[in-house]
């Protein structure tokens, strides 16, 4: 390309890549704030954890590919993985779960494909993946809410089963959507009333509805900054309702369900908000964003209730990225003064 | 005031305005200049004529440079003064680059021409006043400098229904059409109706202006009243100032992509140009200042003047007490689409909106660029609904097919989505690059294109030729056939009929007529044979000419003798007949033959002439297709045609030499050798020469081949064809058989020089560059011993020898009809080779 001088614009909007990421770390701390709140301080030194690690492999991948350090680490996108991840593991998980995940995330999931902008799968949702994969054990033990358990497990407690592997009795408890999918035969109305996390909730279930309401509280503060556009994350709320309402019986034992209860449960909101709406690997246009989130809608209704997992943001999410140039192939905006909207595969006579 | 319906645009952004401070003061003037700079080029479209000599005194309003066709604009002294210099001068060009300026040093007395108003505009008709618009030089000052005459001309098939008049000024920091809406809102509705007279009244006559020019608003709104022209505002918005966007957001109807305006039935004008116009057409004042915007912190006084085109953008500053040390740059127009100047002492022009001088603080440097993190910011701010990030992916990647596909060229550059671009990649840029980079390669496409079909063309015309020859030569040869049997019968007759006197004259004119033209048409084989081969010839066909050459010698001989035999005999029976008549024809051939003989070496010539000056033409094409793409090529090439124009000027002069004696009448001796001879002479010659020279004309043939070769396998790649490799190896064999060529052809020059053998300039018209090398080769020998001499060419002998043979065993294989040839050659070169190896022995 030719060379390039001073041109116009010559003015700037303030906003800057990492004003932008730090922004959505700042986002996710009323979420991470209730987490912590209801499960202790599982998900906070994850969370603490997964960032510094993120961002160690970061600058050392930075180090070994000859980049300036600083100025890659100053976009913070390593943070937000890292954060992100952090908030996705279960709490509690042993250190090594959590370094494993981070270096998933920065080294294979990102810097292989050549780093920020160029990675086509969200490498937090990578991460989570490969780990639920290879570890399912350690990774399907949620701990239980603070309303059911009574005592969220100490500091020290915590350190020693995270660093030392010395197990705390009885910390974990089923999450509400391992509940509904194992239902063993019963009514929801039955179910809720037996089951102690359901139980607990006013509406979803102890903890997990006020941490999905606490995300999408820090979702809507991004909208506000207008840090990204609401087309995907509405759309996904949007068909991930439209199905739950659709399969919704009214509460029999196959149900499953209400559409609130999928809204609030499990990691809907943060999914919806800051996994979701993560630029660089979902479709560009706007048609396309509305495209690709309520394909995930659909997707995470499907694996929830027909699949073999208890959530299935990450799957649906890595899905979509595979389609996601798919989709902006078929959604280039119609330019003005064009009639139509151009397919992007058009050939034009050269 | 009814309530009028406004559409919005997509995309857009709202940067901060910086409106006020420029609004602060009043409209001022500006002092005049001591020199204006004024370049013939400030419009769209051609630029204009320069029609003032270098110390002229001109008055203001005189045209100092005419309009050239209806795509250009007149420019005039804007002031009196003289006419310093017409130059070269650093325009206001994103580019920085030069243009042909008038620098005229003004006097101060700002004299002017007088003036001729029209008090009763309104009468005149729709060619008086588009005429009087045009010679006012206006060119629309809203940015791009359309010259306004066309504007308003629309074609018939394009009926205008709605006149738009851009009051919108949605660049930040500009004030300048504000101002003028707000203090001289009569001229701007005046001008108005005017452009609505030369449109036939369209049913809509809208002034937009965007919201946040409330008094602009109002003043307007005033002086429009009790007319048709609405006043329309709307929400700011930045790009909304855009022709089309403005276009879309007062009709709702988009400019079909890749035209104008007129053809949805819009016109639209800016409010400086429609002022202009009122002014011109009123008073018949010519466009030589404006309204420009000076502002920034950089600046002590930032306000708006009203300022001469040609002022240099220095002396405007120091007016307004600029500091160079606080500002961070400084741009032409708004810092939305302005650019920056690269040099201070470029003039105002009619586009010239604005001078912004801002501090550092206000336009800190741009940001270093980050990755593109795919966010779509980009996309939402478009206002022409584009992909701005895959646009940025592309460009990057230069892919310009996937370029094209996203609608690049609806690109308006009006840099919403560099504006709110998170990572501060420079996206505008690189879509200008881009672009740029599509032009130049639709133009080569365009280009090559032309000149394949060129190509084409030549191959179709040659075959054809070929075929008219082949055709050509098939009824000679049958007239030849026949007129041997006739002879045959002749001769058959004329024993068995002692007197020939019996056969009527007109007989033996018929028959000596057939024998001329026999022979004529034997000559012209022969020097057809002669010429030298065609570029495409392979050694194979420099062979065979070679044996054309003999057959066409034999027939010459063939022909004079039968043609001497029937002279000789008719001689009797004309001396008994003692009939002048007979005698005449063959004279007259005799004559005619003649003249070819003396005509021959300068016809000669003039081929030779003629074709170095096609080869010259050829080979300096070359070299500037090379110079584009080869440059490492460029040397050598360039040395060729230097030789090449050395051959040619020898090869006129030789002719020059050649006509003076050719014209004089050349004394025909009645001892010149007969024609045929001569022929034979130089056939011989050119026999004599041909190893040689078929080696170079294969030697050519090959580097042609070479060439397409090179060109095949390039595109092959290009494509990643599978044929790739196998035409690069093609490439590869036909590489080392020039070199191999080269060897040969070094050699035999090489053994021509040794043996002495005197060089025929005329004859050796298709030398090339190799004979200067084997020349130089043949220098180096010189100063070798003599045995080393002989070693040297026994060797090349042997590998000649070697070759032939090769050569020969595969015509034997293939039973070629060139075989005798080659066993001929063979059989020389053994010889050659004997004698050589002998003298050697004798030496050691
Ligand atoms: S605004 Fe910049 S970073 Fe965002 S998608 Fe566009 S080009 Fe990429
Ligand atoms: S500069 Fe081009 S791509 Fe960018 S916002 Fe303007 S029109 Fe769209």
Avoid at chain 1, 207 to 234: D, K, M, Q, S
Avoid at chain 1, 328 to 336: A, E, G, K, V
Wanted: hydrophobic fraction near 40%.
């Amino acid at each position: 390309m030719a060379l390039l001088r001073i041109s116009s614009p010559h003015t700037h909007r303030a906003l800057g890549t990492g004003a932008v990421m730090r922004t959505v770390v700042l986002a996710t701390l009323p979420g991470l704030a209730v987490l912590t709140y209801f499960f202790g301080v599982g998900s906070l030194h994850n969370v603490l954890l997964a960032s510094i690690t993120a961002m160690g492999f970061e600058a050392a991948v930075m180090k070994l590919r000859g980049r300036p350090v600083w100025f890659y680490l100053r976009d913070c996108s390593a943070l937000v993985t890292g954060v992100l991840l952090g908030l996705a593991l279960p709490p509690y998980c042993p250190w090594w779960l959590v370094v494993l995940g981070s270096g998933v995330a920065i080294v294979l999931a990102k810097q292989l494909y050549g780093g920020m902008g160029f990675n086509p799968f969200n490498p937090a949702m990578v991460a989570y993946v490969v780990l639920l994969i290879s570890f399912p054990l350690h990774m399907s033990q949620w701990a239980a809410p603070l309303d059911i358990g009574g005592q969220t497990p100490g500091v020290v407690q915590a350190l020693q089963q995270i660093w030392l592997g010395t197990s705390i009795d009885g910390y974990t408890a089923a999450t509400p959507l391992d509940t509904v999918k194992q239902n063993s035969g019963l009514m929801l109305n039955d179910l809720y009333l037996q089951d102690p996390v359901l139980s607990a909730g006013q509406f979803v279930g102890a903890g997990w509805e006020w941490a999905n309401l606490a995300f999408l509280v820090g979702g809507a503060y991004l909208l506000y900054r207008r840090i990204f556009t609401w087309h995907a994350p509405v759309a996904m709320l949007a068909s991930l309702s439209i199905m739950a309402f659709l399969f919704y019986d009214g509460g029999s034992s196959t149900s499953g369900g209400s559409v609130l209860f999928h809204l609030f449960s499990g990691a809907t909101m943060l999914g919806a908000f800051f996994i979701v709406t993560d630029p660089v690997s979902s479709a560009v246009s706007t048609r396309g964003r509305l495209i690709y989130g309520a394909a995930i809608g659909v997707l995470i209704y499907v694996i929830r209730i027909w699949g073999n997992y208890p959530d299935g943001i990450a799957f649906a999410v890595l899905l979509m990225n595979f389609a996601a140039p798919f989709i902006d192939y078929y959604t280039l905006p119609r330019t003005y003064g064009h009639k139509k909207s151009e397919r992007a595969t058009r050939k034009v006579d050269q | 005031m009814e309530l009028i319906k406004v559409w919005d645009i997509p995309g857009g952004v709202h940067p901060p305005e910086n409106k006020t401070q420029s609004l602060l003061e009043p409209l001022g003037p500006l002092a005049i200049a001591p020199q204006l700079i004024l370049p013939v080029s400030q419009h769209i479209g051609a630029p204009a004529k320069p029609i003032v000599e270098v110390g002229d005194q001109v008055l203001g309003g005189q045209v100092i440079a005419e309009a050239d066709g209806v795509f250009s604009a007149n420019v005039h002294a804007p002031t009196s003064g003289r006419i310093a210099a017409i130059v070269e001068h650093t325009v206001p060009h994103p580019s920085g680059m030069t243009d042909l300026c008038i620098i005229l040093d003004t006097d101060g007395k700002d004299d002017w021409t007088p003036l001729s108003p029209w008090e009763d505009y309104a009468e005149r008709n729709k060619d008086d006043l588009l005429a009087r618009i045009r010679e006012s030089g206006i060119a629309g000052l809203g940015g791009a400098g359309f010259p306004a005459a066309v504007k308003l001309n629309p074609r018939a098939n394009h009926p205008i229904d709605t006149l738009i008049i851009n009051g919108t000024e949605c660049e930040p920091y500009i004030t300048a059409d504000d101002v003028l809406m707000r203090e001289r809102a009569q001229e701007v509705i005046a001008g108005t109706q005017i452009l609505a007279q030369l449109l036939n009244q369209p049913e809509r006559v809208v002034i937009g202006v965007e919201d946040n020019k409330p008094e602009a608003i109002a003043a307007l709104r005033k002086a429009a009243e009790g007319s048709a022209i609405q006043v329309v505002s709307f929400p700011t918005k930045y790009p909304s100032g855009g022709e089309k966007q403005l276009i879309q957001i007062l009709t709702g109807r988009e400019v079909p992509a890749g035209q104008i305006p007129a053809a949805i039935g819009v016109v639209c004008q800016n409010v400086g140009t429609t002022a202009a116009i009122y002014r011109a057409v009123r008073f018949g004042e010519p466009l030589v200042k404006r309204i420009t915007t000076v502002v920034g912190e950089a600046l002590q006084t930032q306000r708006n003047i009203e300022v001469l085109f040609g002022t240099p953008v220095n002396f405007v500053l120091e007016q307004h007490g600029y500091q160079h040390k606080k500002a961070s740059r400084l741009v032409m127009g708004g810092p939305m689409m302005g650019f920056s100047l690269p040099d201070l002492s470029v003039p105002v022009v009619k586009t010239t909106n604005c001078l912004l001088a801002p501090s550092k603080k206000e336009l800190p440097p741009p940001e270093p660029a980050m990755a593109c993190i795919r966010c779509g910011m980009c996309a939402e701010a478009c206002p022409v609904e584009l992909l701005p990030q895959q646009l940025f992916w592309y460009a990057q990647a230069e892919d310009l097919e996937k370029l094209e596909t996203h609608n690049l060229f609806d690109c308006i550059e009006c840099g919403a989505c560099s504006y709110v671009c998170p990572s501060h990649i420079p996206l505008v840029q690189y879509y200008r690059a881009a672009k740029g980079e599509i032009r130049q390669h639709r133009i080569d496409k365009e280009k090559s294109d032309r000149s394949r079909r060129r190509f084409e063309f030549r191959q179709d015309r040659i075959a054809k030729e070929e075929a008219e020859k082949e055709a050509k030569r098939l009824a000679r040869k049958k007239a030849a056939e026949e007129a041997k049997k006739k002879l045959a019968e002749q001769k058959a007759n004329t024993p068995a009929e002692p007197k020939p006197a019996a056969v009527s004259t007109q007989d033996t004119d018929k028959q000596r007529a057939k024998l001329e033209r026999l022979l004529a048409s034997a000559h012209e084989r022969l020097k057809k044979a002669e010429q030298p081969l065609a570029e495409e010839a392979t050694d194979e066909q420099a062979e065979k000419q070679a044996a054309s050459i003999k057959q066409a010698q034999l027939k010459v001989s063939d022909a004079q003798k039968k043609l001497d035999a029937f002279i000789a005999s008719q001689g009797e029976n004309n001396r008994q007949a003692s009939s002048t008549e007979a005698n005449d024809p063959v004279a007259a051939a005799i004559e005619r033959a003649k003249a070819k003989q003396t005509m021959s070496p300068e016809e000669k010539l003039r081929n030779s002439v003629e074709s170095l000056q096609k080869r010259l033409q050829k080979a300096e094409q070359k070299v500037i297709e090379a110079k584009d793409n080869k440059p490492d090529m460029v040397e050598a090439l360039q040395q060729g045609v230097d030789k090449l124009k050395d051959k040619l000027s020898a090869a006129q002069n030789e002719l020059a030499e050649l006509t003076p004696a050719a014209a004089a009448p050349a004394t025909p001796a009645n001892a010149t050798p007969d024609v045929a001879q001569a022929a034979i002479e130089r056939a011989k010659a050119k026999l004599a020469m041909s190893p040689e020279e078929k080696l170079r004309s294969s030697l050519e043939s090959l580097y042609k081949r070479l060439e397409k070769a090179e060109q095949k396998a390039a595109g092959a790649k290009q494509e990643d064809s599978d044929k790739a490799e196998a035409l690069q190896q093609g490439v590869e064999r036909l590489k080392e058989k020039i070199a191999s060529t080269q060897k040969e052809l070094a050699e035999a020059t090489l053994s021509t020089v040794a043996e002495e053998t005197p060089q025929d300039p005329a004859t050796s018209d298709a030398a090339s560059l190799a004979i200067e090398k084997a020349k130089a080769k043949a220098a180096a020998m010189a100063t070798m011993s003599a045995s080393d001499k002989l070693r040297n060419q026994v060797d090349s002998l042997q590998a000649r020898l070697e070759k032939a043979q090769a050569r020969l065993e595969k015509a034997e294989q293939e039973n070629d009809d060139n075989i005798d040839a080659f066993r001929t050659g063979v059989s020389k070169l053994e010889e050659k080779l004997a004698t050589a190896r002998d003298q050697l022995a004798e030496l050691t």
